[in-house]
C-alpha cells in the first residue's frame, strides 16, 4: 500500500496491520478501519500488555506517517503536552527591540506571540500544518489528572488547538489518533463521544500462537504451543496482574535460550519472573500450581501422530 493511503475495506485493514506484525481479530479491524474512514479518534481500552499502544506504531509504519507519542503521567500540564512559549527568547527579543528604539508595546506584543516563539509539544506537533502528516498517540490517558481530558475536546473534536495569544493551529491533514487506557480510572463521557470505542482484550490461543510465529520465530513451534497454552490458563488464575502479550514473548524466548524445546515444572519455576512481574504472583504460581498447569497444558495437545 502507498504511503498515506488509507485502507479501503476491512481486510486491508486486516493486512495493512499483519503487513507490521500486529495480528488483529475482525472486531478489532474493522474499528480501526471505521477509525480511519471516518476520521475519527480511536479509543482503545483494555488491560496493559494486550497491544493497545503497537497499534499505534503499526499504523504510524503502515501508513507511512510520523509517530507523535504523548505519554499520559499525574499531573501532567497544558505546557507539557500541547505548547509553551520560548520566554528566553521572548525576553531577548523584547531587550533587543528596546536597545534599537523599538518603544510601542503593543507592537512588541505582536512581535512576540508569533510562531518562531511557540514551542511545539506532541499535541500541537501533530496538528502542525508545516509537518507531514501523523499518528497521535494518547497513551494511558487514565494516568493524567481528569481536568486535562477538558482540554483534548478540541483536539479530538476539529483536530485544532486554540493558543489564546496567538490563534487557532488547524492540521491541514488530520492526524489518525489512539488514545489508550488501561482503566485505572473512567475516562469522561465527553472523550467517549468524539471516539470510536474498542476493548482490546488478551488473544485467544491461536491468535496468540499466530504473534507468537511472527515475533519469536526461533521458538520451536511445539514449546511456543505449549507456552501458549500455559499462559491462556494461567490467565485464569487470581493474580495481581496478568501475563500480557509482550511477556508471553518474553517467556518463549527466555526458554529457548535455555534451550528448552517443550515446559517442565523446573523449567517454568526458574523463569517465572520473566512472565510475571509480582512476587506473590510468582510465589502463587511456582511449584505445585505450575506443575499442574504444565500437566493440563500437555495433556490438551494434540496426539502426535506423524510417528
Same mark, same amino acid.
Not at 9 to 24: C, H, P, W
Not at 64 to 90: K, N, S
Not at 264 to 287: C, E, F, M, S
Given at each position: 500500500?502507498?504511503?498515506?493511503?488509507?485502507?479501503?475495506?476491512?481486510?486491508?485493514?486486516?493486512?495493512?496491520?499483519?503487513?507490521?506484525?500486529?495480528?488483529?481479530?475482525?472486531?478489532?479491524?474493522?474499528?480501526?478501519?471505521?477509525?480511519?474512514?471516518?476520521?475519527?479518534?480511536?479509543?482503545?481500552?483494555?488491560?496493559?500488555?494486550?497491544?493497545?499502544?503497537?497499534?499505534?506504531?503499526?499504523?504510524?509504519?503502515?501508513?507511512?506517517?510520523?509517530?507523535?507519542?504523548?505519554?499520559?503521567?499525574?499531573?501532567?500540564?497544558?505546557?507539557?503536552?500541547?505548547?509553551?512559549?520560548?520566554?528566553?527568547?521572548? *525576553?531577548? #527579543? %523584547?531587550?533587543?527591540?528596546?536597545?534599537?528604539?523599538?518603544?510601542?508595546? !503593543? $507592537? @512588541?506584543? =505582536?512581535?512576540?506571540?508569533?510562531?518562531?516563539?511557540?514551542?511545539?509539544?506532541?499535541? *500541537?506537533? #501533530? %496538528?502542525?500544518?508545516?509537518?507531514?502528516?501523523?499518528?497521535?498517540?494518547? !497513551? $494511558? @490517558?487514565? =494516568?493524567?489528572?481528569?481536568?486535562?481530558?477538558?482540554?483534548?475536546?478540541?483536539?479530538?473534536?476539529?483536530?485544532?488547538?486554540?493558543?489564546?495569544?496567538?490563534?487557532?493551529?488547524?492540521?491541514?491533514?488530520?492526524?489518525?489518533?489512539?488514545?489508550?487506557?488501561?482503566?485505572?480510572?473512567?475516562?469522561?463521557?465527553?472523550?467517549?463521544?468524539?471516539?470510536?470505542?474498542?476493548?482490546?482484550?488478551?488473544?485467544?490461543?491461536?491468535?496468540?500462537?499466530?504473534?507468537?510465529?511472527?515475533?519469536?520465530?526461533?521458538?520451536?513451534?511445539?514449546?511456543?504451543?505449549?507456552?501458549?497454552?500455559?499462559?491462556?490458563?494461567?490467565?485464569?488464575?487470581?493474580?495481581?496482574?496478568?501475563?500480557?502479550?509482550?511477556?508471553?514473548?518474553?517467556?518463549?524466548?527466555?526458554?529457548?535460550?535455555?534451550?528448552?524445546?517443550?515446559?517442565?515444572?523446573?523449567?517454568?519455576?526458574?523463569?517465572?519472573?520473566?512472565?510475571?512481574?509480582?512476587?506473590?504472583?510468582?510465589?502463587?504460581?511456582?511449584?505445585?500450581?505450575?506443575?499442574?498447569?504444565?500437566?493440563?497444558?500437555?495433556?490438551?495437545?494434540?496426539?502426535?501422530?506423524?510417528?
Amino acid at each position: 500500500m502507498p504511503a498515506d493511503v488509507l485502507p479501503a475495506s476491512v481486510a486491508d485493514t486486516t493486512n495493512l496491520l499483519a503487513g507490521q506484525g500486529y495480528i488483529a481479530d475482525r472486531e478489532l479491524a474493522t474499528t480501526v478501519h471505521l477509525a480511519l474512514a471516518m476520521r475519527r479518534p480511536l479509543f482503545l481500552e483494555g488491560e496493559p500488555g494486550t497491544g493497545k499502544t503497537e497499534i499505534a506504531k503499526v499504523l504510524a509504519a503502515g501508513l507511512g506517517r510520523r509517530l507523535v507519542r504523548l505519554q499520559c503521567y499525574d499531573g501532567m500540564d497544558l505546557a507539557a503536552a500541547a505548547y509553551e512559549w520560548d520566554h528566553a527568547r521572548q *525576553l531577548m #527579543a %523584547i531587550r533587543m527591540a528596546e536597545a534599537g528604539g523599538q518603544t510601542d508595546r !503593543d $507592537e @512588541l506584543a =505582536r512581535d512576540i506571540y508569533t510562531r518562531a516563539f511557540l514551542s511545539a509539544r506532541p499535541l *500541537l506537533s #501533530a %496538528i502542525d500544518p508545516d509537518l507531514p502528516p501523523a499518528v497521535l498517540l494518547i !497513551d $494511558e @490517558l487514565d =494516568r493524567a489528572d481528569e481536568p486535562f481530558e477538558a482540554f483534548l475536546l478540541e483536539l479530538l473534536g476539529d483536530f485544532q488547538i486554540t493558543v489564546p495569544e496567538f490563534g487557532t493551529v488547524r492540521a491541514t491533514t488530520p492526524p489518525v489518533v489512539v488514545l489508550t487506557s488501561n482503566r485505572t480510572r473512567e475516562v469522561h463521557d465527553a472523550i467517549r463521544r468524539r471516539c470510536l470505542y474498542h476493548w482490546v482484550d488478551y488473544p485467544d490461543a491461536a491468535r496468540e500462537r499466530a504473534i507468537l510465529a511472527i515475533k519469536a520465530p526461533g521458538v520451536p513451534g511445539a514449546l511456543a504451543a505449549q507456552v501458549v497454552g500455559f499462559v491462556q490458563r494461567l490467565r485464569g488464575a487470581e493474580l495481581f496482574k496478568l501475563p500480557g502479550v509482550a511477556e508471553t514473548i518474553d517467556w518463549a524466548n527466555a526458554l529457548s535460550y535455555l534451550n528448552q524445546t517443550e515446559l517442565a515444572p523446573t523449567a517454568v519455576d526458574d523463569t517465572l519472573g520473566v512472565l510475571l512481574k509480582y512476587q506473590d504472583d510468582i510465589a502463587r504460581v511456582r511449584g505445585a500450581e505450575a506443575a499442574r498447569l504444565v500437566a493440563e497444558t500437555r495433556a490438551a495437545e494434540p496426539p502426535d501422530t506423524t510417528g
